[in-house]
């Protein structure tokens, strides 16, 4: 038997609200390009991510992927807290 080196999804994000129970939400930021003029715009999409721990704090910079469906509005696990907000 082979091992499926199944390769998720992970994005950055900083954690805009962490008041509820083991979830938190993230804002995603990205940049994509103008299909006419070429100018870059910011998009931007917020995800509720599942803190087991309720370990992020708002401001955190954090890295969170992808995973099954854990409820209705949360598909986003939390990974790893890249820097803490002062």
Do not use: F
Request: net charge positive; hydrophobic share 30%; charged share 30%.
């Amino acid at each position: 038997m082979s091992e499926t080196t199944e390769t998720r999804r992970t994005l950055t994000g900083v954690v805009v609200s962490s008041r509820m129970d083991k979830t938190a939400t993230v804002l995603i930021e990205r940049k994509v390009k103008h299909p006419i003029y070429g100018k870059y715009i910011r998009r931007s999409s917020k995800l509720h991510i599942h803190d087991a721990d309720n370990a992020c704090q708002e401001g955190d910079q954090v890295t969170i992927e992808q995973c099954r469906p854990l409820s209705k509005s949360k598909s986003w696990r939390l990974v790893d807290i890249v820097g803490r907000s002062e």
